[in-house]
């Protein structure tokens, strides 16, 4: 048992590296991979509730279970976050971004199109391991163990998402969206004009702001 622990210190991190490295090389963002990662602490919340209900304790089957479940939320996080992504282009597009409310309009349509892949996820999920739950032969107690973390995060993790996901990449998106007007008012700020006295290129960036002159002794 012990060297089973000392084995699941390694694993456990190096899933979780491997999860961060995937996501980040399909996703190429780190803002982006980080809001998937918001998938892992909704349905832990669902995990441990059900194994405090079911009356388990932590062992080698429970980390099995848990570690299935990373999985299943990155790929459930990703698909959420495409359907966003796609939303937001397409209003992008449509020049149909012009206020806060037009974002939240299309990130709501983009999460209404994720509902039902969403919720045949969590069907299927719930129709292959709830018949576990229920086993009574030889070898269903580590089975259980294993199953009860899934069916407990997909479920917190079905509602979280759609609820959840959809506000943070609003605040994300808004909050880009800011960094880039205060951004371009800056470089506004800026002309571009001809400087006689540059040594270098005729051309030098001058402040379009007028200067106090010191006033000269008479």
Not at 67 to 87: N, Q, R, S
Request: proline share 5%.
């Amino acid at each position: 048992m012990q060297r089973v622990a000392e084995r699941l210190k390694l694993v456990v991190p190096v899933t979780l590296f491997l999860i961060c490295l995937f996501l980040y090389i399909n996703t190429g963002s780190i803002s982006k991979t980080m809001i998937v990662l918001l998938a892992v602490p909704f349905s832990a919340v669902g995990a441990i509730w059900f194994l405090y209900l079911a009356g388990y304790n932590m062992s080698v089957a429970v980390w099995v279970g848990l570690i299935a479940l990373l999985g299943i939320d990155a790929e459930t996080g990703v698909f959420m976050l495409l359907y966003l992504d796609l939303a937001y282009e397409e209003a992008k597009r449509e020049g149909r971004l012009n206020s806060l409310n037009d974002l939240r309009e299309a990130i709501v349509h983009g999460a209404a199109k994720r509902l039902r892949p969403k919720f045949m996820t969590f069907a299927t999920t719930c129709v292959g391991l709830f018949p576990i739950m229920w086993a009574t032969g030889a070898g269903s107690d580590v089975m259980k163990r294993i199953a009860a973390p899934m069916v407990g995060g997909i479920f917190t993790s079905f509602v979280l998402e759609l609820l959840v996901y959809p506000a943070i990449y609003e605040v994300w998106r808004w909050g880009s969206y800011l960094k880039g007007v205060r951004t371009t008012t800056a470089l506004g700020s800026l002309e571009l004009q001809p400087d006689a006295g540059s040594a270098g290129s005729p051309w030098a960036w001058k402040s379009s702001i007028p200067t106090q002159e010191t006033p000269t002794s008479q």
